[in-house]
């Protein structure tokens, strides 16, 4: 059974930073595409980030330039630093994993995570 378990969500004031991580397990890890995905309360899921086995990474421009995704092989596990934090920015974040990229990139990514809640506020 795949797993993926995000953590270090939490709640910061606006210009605050946050390290999501997220860890696999029933995977070839270092054969899948991983991503970041985030929704929002009345917003569609909206591609953050992805990272491919080969380390290549995608920013969508909701957060680009303010977010950096990187991984661990030796330890299965994705992070998504996040900086300058805005209210915006506020949603549930969800690590996704597939052996194509494409898929992931597309939202159809075959496995997902509970999703971890980051909530940006004064």
């Known amino acids: 059974e795949v797993q993926l378990v995000e953590s270090g969500g939490g709640s910061v004031q606006p210009g605050g930073s946050l390290r999501l991580s997220c860890t696999a397990a029933?995977?070839?890890?270092?054969?899948?595409?991983m991503g970041w995905y985030r929704q929002a309360p009345g917003n569609e899921c909206e591609l953050v980030s992805t990272i491919t086995s080969n380390g290549a990474t995608y920013y969508a421009d909701s957060m680009k330039g303010r977010n950096t995704i990187s991984r661990d092989n030796a330890k299965n596990t994705v992070y998504l630093e996040m900086n300058s934090l805005e209210p915006d920015d506020t949603a549930m974040y969800y690590c996704a994993a597939d052996l194509d990229w494409g898929r992931l990139l597309e939202g159809q990514a075959g496995y997902w995570g509970q999703g971890t809640q980051v909530t940006v506020s004064s």
């Open positions: 029933g995977l070839t890890f270092d054969d899948s595409e």
